[in-house]
Every structure is written in C-alpha cells, then in structure tokens.
C-alpha cells in the first residue's frame, strides 16, 4: 500500500531511535568507557588492567549471546527484545554506580554483554535494512556513526562529572540517561518491520521500478536461508572469518599512543605523549568520517567498499610506522586512514553479509557473523600485548596487523564468489 508522499515515513522515526539508542546507551558501554578506568582503580585498589577486564567479559558475554539472540531478534517483537536490552545497560550502569567491589563490575559486564549483543550488533542494520530500500549503507553508517559523535561529547562531560562529584555520579548519570532515553525509543518508536504499521520500506517503490524482479508482494524476502547457510558454511566461514580478523585488526588502535609514547624522535616525553593522544583522537575522528563514506559508497558497491577499507587499513599503518621519520601529519594521515578501516567492521561487514546471504535469515547468519567478531575483540587487545612482548618490536606488530588485512582481502573476496552458488529461497 502506498503512503501519502507528503507524511513523514515511519521509518524515519524507527532511524532516530536507532540513532539514540547508538548515541547513549551502546556509545556509555564503550565509546565513554575508558575516562573511568583510572578513577575506579585508585578508588578500589586495583590495576587499571583489572578494572578494563569487564570490557573483556562484555565482549565474551555478546559472542556466546550472539549465537542464539539472532533468531530471537528475527522471530519476536524488536521493542521487546530492544527494551530488554536496553534495561539490561541501565541496570548494569547502576550497579557500577553503587557496586562497592570489582567484581560487581564484572556482573555488570555481564549485562552489559547482553544488551549489547543486540544493540552494538543488529539494531541498526537489522532494522535499517528492513524499514529502508535505499541508501541502506548510508543510512548503517550514519546510525553506527552515532556512537563516535557520542564519545566526542560524552567523554569530556562524564570526566568532568568524575572531577567534580565522582565517578558514581557519573555511572549514575549513564544509567538515567540509558533508561530515560533508550527505553521510550525501544518500547514506543521501534517497530519490528514496515508491516507493522500498514506501510512497505522506504524506497521500495523506487527499487521495483529500478529492478523488475523485485516487483514482488512487500512481504517476500530473497536469500539463502539459515539452514542452507549452516549445512553448506563454507561463505559463512568465509565471511566471518574476514569479519572477525577485521575486528582483531582494529584493536591494535589501543596500541598506537603507546607506540608514539616508544620514539624518541620526537623528543621528550611530554611532547610524544601529546602526539599521542593526538592520534587516537585523530583515529576517532577517520572513524566517524569514515562510517559515513563506507555507507555511502556500500550502496554503490559492497566489493569497492572492502578494498577501499582494507587498503586504508594497511596504507595507514604504513603512514604511522614510517611517517614518524618525515613528518608527524603523515602520521597524522595514517590515523585518520586507519580509523576508515575501523569504520568499516560496523559499516561494511553488515553489507557483506547482506550482499553474500540476502535478507531471508539476514539477523540469525548476521548474528553467527558478529560472534566470531566478539569472540576476538574480546582477545584483540591482549594479544597485540603478547606480540609486542615476544618481539619487542612494534615493527613486527604493526606488519602481522597488515598480514591480516591483507588475508582479509582473499576472505571477503573468496566468500562472496561461494556464496553466489548457495540456493536461494
């Protein structure tokens, strides 16, 4: 049925409570999180590591979440899956806000993992690509863009909240704004599909003109379906393997202040440690310009858009590595390039898989996907740790980052020609 072209679609409220819910309670749990790590340790006696651990038990929690909550997003109402996630964040904000030991942190983790799960990893290009037929990887990258745009603003405003009155308040404060805001958007604006409320998706019209095939009752959904994708997993093998080496990849952002911090060619420490913080900010920043590019340039070409990632990646490490002996803006550049390849787990992986497995089980097999991509974020960090221990090199570390992505390249490449031989229902 045709809407009235002169009302706002519905779908564009359905993408500004995706957007809200990125910008607050999915951007609190980990654009926002590490400007508490200091304060908690010196408050409880504890190592910054101890303190950062719950982000690790976060990232288990969604990878073991992940191999279930797909089918459950997919079958049951998303404002109820939704609500319980966002609950799940604010329940877990509050108890670090009040929690007197460590491990309350860890059971917060926990919770934090479960809401996530679906928050971080489904909502936006679960329900993006249902509610929308076109510009679907434009509109991915700017609802992924909303949790970098939040660690820009809530960064500084939770530190000087921790300054004034303490960390707790600050907890406290992404705990109301978690419920305040993000359960109002999961319970009353999402909408599970455009069925829901008598409507097609946005665009649909457009893409049957523009593609016969899909001239189609609204309802019908092309792609292979899970079963198919389980008894025959070589595409998904395929591609969640390049999506989790992808998301190892990146955490060696964690590791490039420090490899400044390492140089003595830019003189005394203090002057190293600004660099520093300059490139991660910088690395920020390529990230959020970069998830809108990747989104755009995914509805032109899935393909291009791996390239184009995987290529940032590897020609900005380069840049960090070796522009240190000409001039810190190449070093500079190659933050900004490599916070492009950040961008892309969350822009340009969704699309992938859409574009190897179609829409028929996209959340159950996009869910099996981003697992292997929690399972290894969860060790990212750790194991650039250990490489740079064994060796002593970061040489070494920043060239099997690059080996990576270079495999990655094969990966995607390989899963996308299997895939095209898979049935389709």
């Not at 200091?38 to 976060?58: D, H, K, N, P």
């Not at 998303?78 to 059971?107: E, H």
């Not at 971080?120 to 992924?144: A, C, E, S």
Request: proline share 3%; charged share 10%; hydrophobic share 55%.
């Amino acid at each position: 049925m045709a809407a009235s072209t002169k009302k706002l679609h519905y779908g564009w409220l359905v993408m500004v409570a995706c957007c809200l819910i990125m910008f607050m309670p999915c951007c609190f749990t980990f654009n926002a999180a590490s400007v508490f790590y200091s304060s908690v340790a010196e408050a409880m006696g504890v190592g910054t590591g101890q303190v950062g651990l719950y982000i690790s038990i976060v990232y288990i929690t969604m990878f073991v979440a992940l191999l279930f909550i797909g089918k459950l997003f997919e079958k049951k109402d998303a404002r109820a899956v939704l609500t319980f996630s966002v609950i799940c964040i604010a329940v877990a904000f509050l108890i670090m806000a009040v929690t007197p030991t460590i491990f309350g942190f860890y059971g917060a983790g926990v919770l934090l993992g479960l809401g996530n799960a679906v928050v971080l990893y489904l909502m936006v290009p679960v329900l993006i690509g249902r509610w929308f037929k076109k510009n679907v990887g434009l509109l991915i990258g700017i609802g992924m863009a909303m949790t970098g745009i939040g660690g820009m603003l809530w960064s500084p405003v939770a530190t000087s909240i921790i300054l004034s009155s303490g960390y707790q308040t600050a907890y406290l404060m992404y705990a109301v704004l978690s419920a305040v805001v993000g359960i109002p958007c999961a319970l009353f604006i999402i909408r599970s599909r455009p069925s829901d409320k008598g409507l097609e998706p946005l665009g649909y019209d457009a893409a049957a003109e523009a593609a016969a095939q899909e001239v189609a009752a609204s309802t019908a959904v092309e792609g292979v379906s899970v079963q198919t994708a389980r008894k025959q997993p070589a595409a998904l093998i395929l591609i969640a393997l390049y999506a989790g080496l992808v998301n190892l990849g990146l955490t060696m952002n964690f590791y490039l202040p420090t490899y400044i911090n390492s140089l003595t060619v830019f003189g005394d420490a203090a002057s190293a440690a600004i660099i520093g913080a300059t490139l991660a900010s910088v690395v920020m920043f390529g990230s959020l310009i970069g998830k809108v590019v990747l989104g755009w340039t995914n509805d032109r070409s899935v393909p291009g858009s791996v390239i184009f990632g995987l290529a940032s990646g590897i020609i900005g490490l380069l840049l960090v590595l070796f522009g240190v002996n000409i001039s810190v803006y190449l070093v500079y550049a190659g933050g900004a390039l490599f916070g492009v390849f950040f961008a892309s787990a969350t822009t340009t992986t969704p699309q992938l898989t859409r574009k190897v497995f179609g829409n028929k089980d996209y959340a159950q097999i996009y869910s099996y996907v981003t697992a292997v991509c929690a399972f290894l974020a969860a060790f990212g960090s750790a194991i650039w740790g250990f490489i740079y221990d064994f060796t002593g090199s970061f040489f070494a570390t920043f060239a099997i980052d690059m080996g990576l992505m270079a495999l990655c390249f094969v990966l995607a490449f390989a899963g996308m020609a299997v895939g095209k031989k898979l049935p389709r229902e």
